[in-house]
């Protein structure tokens, strides 16, 4: 009867424990979010700007509906994450998610930097928002200096996001602690993927086959995206950067405690994978000279990986850990 007693008095403790211990956020942490949030509002303005002018011929980013929703699923997300944070709710979720973001756009920011050089420092073609265009001149207009503030105010938030980590208090009960190795080792592979989307073709321009009188057939190839290592100056350094901001995200997402960070570091990756597949797929189906490469099909692959990998995370259990659990705020 008495051991009876004693697992009828713990069970109503052990419902009523909370999933997740959340202590008082930090000034830093809401102003990395509320940073963030900005950036995430600029990448959206950026898509109703005229974003460069190539040869005479003035760019202007898509804007028709698909255009707009595949555009807004990262900055949606980022602003989400901000959000939460500003609120208080489950901070360190909403800080991974910032923290990857910012990695990217560091990459992101240095790609930008190659808009604003001359044609000199330019291939004699290149892609622009699905279109093939000769690079006699590049003049970069408004919506290449909204694209690069705002991917520099990511990083920032970076910054203000690893000043503010440690001093952000949010655990859980370790039970998913078992799981890490093998996390672990699946971001590995999807960080690869990941890799390899950064560093192929997105777009492709199919070859023309040109027939003299005489029916002798010559191939011609057409110029269009090229892969990262044919890439020039910032452009390539841009890539690189991004690509080990991939696979660094990757294998850091598993170490980070609680869970709930984990999933945010891997929704943040999924969102940008995502985002950046869906608007090349749409810009290679609009022009008929240009179709999907390797690189935009890998684009998709990391995005949806990614994102199985984190409702992996969320739904996945096992043995708690025998680390003595967080005290709750306030309580010593």
């Not at 990511?154 to 980590?165: D, K, N, Q, R, Y």
């Not at 949010?170 to 998913?176: A, K, L």
């Not at 199919?206 to 057939?217: K, L, M």
């Not at 684009?299 to 969320?314: D, K, N």
């Amino acid at each position: 009867m008495r051991t009876a007693a004693k697992g009828a008095a713990t069970a109503p403790a052990a419902a009523t424990a909370p999933a997740h211990i959340v202590g008082p956020v930090p000034a830093v942490a809401r102003a990395a979010a509320v940073v963030a949030i900005l950036a995430s509002l600029l990448l959206v303005a950026v898509r109703f700007l005229p974003y460069a002018d190539v040869g005479g011929v003035q760019v202007d980013p898509p804007r028709g509906p698909l255009d707009i929703g595949a555009a807004l699923l990262w900055p949606g997300v980022v602003a989400a994450a901000g959000g939460s944070v500003v609120l208080g709710k489950l901070p360190r979720l909403g800080l991974a998610v910032l923290a990857a973001s910012g990695a990217l756009g560091i990459g992101l920011a240095v790609g930008e930097l190659y808009q604003l050089q001359g044609a000199e420092a330019h291939r004699a073609v290149e892609v622009f928002f699905g279109r093939r265009l000769v690079t006699s001149t590049v003049e970069p207009l408004a919506g290449v200096w909204g694209q690069l503030l705002a991917y520099v105010l990511l990083a920032f938030a970076l910054v203000l996001t690893l000043v503010a980590w440690s001093g952000t208090t949010m655990d859980d009960s370790g039970d998913f602690d078992g799981q890490r190795p093998r996390v672990m080792g699946l971001a590995a592979l999807v960080g690869l993927v990941g890799v390899l989307a950064v560093a192929a073709r997105p777009q492709d321009a199919p070859d023309q086959i040109i027939e003299d009188v005489i029916g002798y057939r010559t191939t011609v190839q057409v110029a269009g995206s090229v892969s990262l290592l044919d890439r020039l100056g910032l452009d390539l350094l841009g890539g690189v950067l991004l690509a080990a901001a991939v696979f660094t995200l990757a294998l850091l997402a598993a170490t980070l405690r609680p869970r709930l960070a984990t999933v945010g570091v891997l929704v943040g990756l999924a969102a940008y994978f995502l985002s950046a597949a869906l608007r090349v797929l749409l810009e290679a189906g609009r022009y008929a000279d240009l179709v999907i490469a390797p690189g935009g099909l890998l684009q998709l692959l990391a995005g949806l990986a990614f994102a199985a990998l984190a409702r992996y995370c969320l739904r996945a259990s096992g043995p708690q850990s025998s680390r003595p659990p967080l005290p709750m705020p306030g309580h010593r």
